[in-house]
């Protein structure tokens, strides 16, 4: 069974930082690259941040860049998402995504929220 299980998310004043996780199982993750996506209140999903399966290549949405880290650790089958210096705009659901060849899996989400 396939799983993709975010947390890390929260209730954070502008300037703060979290850090995302997503705990990947029932697929091989090394196979796979990983991204981060986000949704806010009625706005479509973006892509926030992607690696590579071996780490070595990440891109990040102009929004988030320099201010976000995206991360992976193959032996713990976990991805990362570092977020520094938060800005309201940043309030959204985020998601952990998987991809392979024709095979895309999703996580629930998890809610950050930037508000003073």
């Known amino acids: 069974q396939v799983q993709l299980v975010e947390s890390g998310g929260g209730l954070v004043q502008p300037g703060g930082s979290l850090r995302l996780s997503c705990a990947a199982s029932?697929?091989?993750?090394?196979?796979?690259?990983m991204a981060w996506y986000r949704q806010a209140l009625g706005k479509e999903r973006e892509l926030v941040a992607t690696?590579?399966?071996?780490?070595?290549?990440?891109n990040y949405a102009d929004s988030v860049k320099g201010r976000s880290t995206i991360s992976r650790d193959n032996f713990k089958n976990m991805v990362y998402l570092q977020m520094n210096n938060l800005k309201p705009e940043d309030t959204a659901v985020y998601y952990c995504?998987?991809?392979?060849?024709?095979?895309?899996?999703w996580g629930q989400g998890t809610q950050v929220t930037v508000s003073s």
């Open positions: 995504n998987a991809v392979s060849g024709g095979y895309v899996y």
């Open positions: 029932g697929f091989t993750f090394n196979n796979y690259a």
């Open positions: 690696i590579s399966w071996t780490g070595h290549s990440t």
